[in-house]
């Protein structure tokens, strides 16, 4: 039986990293990206510049291509934005290897990003890629070496957005990108119950069926079935009304059509380890938390993870 205890340990970077992350040329699309992270069902890729495109540059996730397909869409398609466009104006934040995971779990929380770039120097002494650890990586290492009796409510995030199985994938789309998430759950119609779930990477094979409309602007503002949309508290903002809905997007598409139905779902009073535990077993990165008569009460994804792992809890 092998004993672990956080502390004890001291888990480097490189103790759970990836050492051979996918990469594309700042000179590739944010079509090309799109299709990389369909590839390999991933949710970030690195960017390199330099000479032999040793040096990385910025980090494009499927939270940019939410973006874009928000903010952009339509005055451009996929296929026009550069890669080194988009990591323009990016602070790219690095760490050695032998970087603390507690430190690592910080960083991210401070700059509010979801991986870290592993660089080492060459014989130039210039910072190369040398690995990526991602929430993920922390997630999976939380799962192996925490033991103790943190309860999810704890660490969960109580303020959650939702949709209903008929919304149209256009709101879906504008409250993940209005609210800055990653995903947003699906509830039943009279009962508020959670039937389903839709994430970033649910959005990536819709991309497609949007048919450019150059001479008319994106809009920033919409209704949902007739309420105002309360978005999330670190947007400072509330949806507004107006009749109209961005172009492109065929407006059959539903929520139901792309949500992944019948979410795994824990309790509000399970041990935060369960859930990471879970994540970590089914390659998801959100559970639905519910009360014991499965209402929604939060949700817990790998972020509430990583405050835990920051905050030192076992």
């Known amino acids: 039986?092998?004993?672990?205890?956080?502390?004890?340990?001291?888990?480097?970077?490189?103790?759970?990293?990836?050492?051979?992350?996918?990469?594309?040329?700042?000179?590739k699309t944010l079509y090309d990206a799109r299709n990389?992270?369909?590839?390999?069902?991933?949710?970030?890729?690195?960017?390199?510049?330099?000479?032999?495109?040793?040096?990385p540059a910025g980090i494009v996730t499927e939270k940019d291509i939410v973006r874009f397909l928000y903010a952009e869409f339509p005055r451009r398609s996929l296929d026009e934005i550069r890669l080194d466009e988009i990591i323009t104006n990016q602070q790219l934040i690095t760490v050695e290897g032998g970087t603390n995971v507690g430190d690592c779990a910080k960083l991210m929380l401070n700059n509010n990003i979801s991986s870290l770039v592993i660089v080492k120097a060459n014989n130039d002494n210039?910072?190369?890629?040398?690995?990526?650890?991602?929430?993920?990586?922390?997630?999976?290492?939380?799962?192996?070496?925490?033991?103790?009796d943190v309860t999810i409510n704890e660490y969960m995030t109580k303020k959650v957005l939702t949709v209903e199985p008929d919304e149209s994938v256009h709101i879906v789309l504008l409250i993940m990108a209005d609210g800055n998430v990653s995903r947003v759950i699906v509830v039943g119609d009279n009962n508020g119950k959670p039937v389903g779930i839709?994430?970033?990477?649910?959005?990536?094979?819709?991309?497609?069926?949007?048919?450019?409309?150059?001479?008319?602007p994106p809009l920033s503002k919409?209704?949902?079935?007739?309420?105002?949309?309360?978005?999330?508290?670190?947007?400072?903002?509330?949806?507004?009304?107006?009749?109209?809905?961005?172009?492109?997007?065929k407006r059959i598409l539903l929520a139901q059509d792309i949500m992944k139905f019948n979410p795994i779902m824990v309790t509000d009073y399970s041990n935060l380890?369960?859930?990471?535990?879970?994540?970590?077993?089914?390659?998801?990165?959100?559970l639905p938390v519910v009360?014991?008569?499965?209402?929604?009460?939060?949700?817990?994804?790998?972020?509430?993870?990583?405050?835990?792992?920051?905050?030192?809890?076992?």
């Open 1 to 27: 039986m092998i004993e672990t205890v956080w502390n004890e340990m001291q888990l480097v970077a490189t103790d759970i990293c990836n050492n051979n992350p996918v990469t594309l040329e700042g000179n």
């Open 36 to 55: 990389i992270l369909l590839k390999y069902n991933i949710s970030r890729v690195i960017i390199l510049k330099g000479r032999q495109n040793e040096k």
């Open 126 to 148: 210039n910072s190369i890629l040398n690995g990526i650890i991602t929430k993920s990586d922390l997630l999976d290492a939380y799962a192996r070496s925490f033991g103790g």
């Open 198 to 216: 839709i994430t970033s990477h649910d959005l990536l094979p819709a991309s497609t069926l949007l048919i450019a409309d150059k001479s008319k």
């Open 222 to 249: 919409y209704r949902t079935k007739g309420k105002d949309i309360e978005m999330n508290e670190s947007t400072g903002s509330t949806a507004a009304h107006t009749a109209g809905l961005p172009y492109g997007m």
């Open 273 to 286: 380890v369960d859930a990471a535990l879970i994540m970590r077993g089914n390659r998801i990165s959100g």
């Open 291 to 314: 009360d014991s008569n499965d209402k929604l009460v939060g949700i817990i994804t790998k972020t509430d993870i990583i405050r835990a792992i920051a905050d030192d809890r076992q």
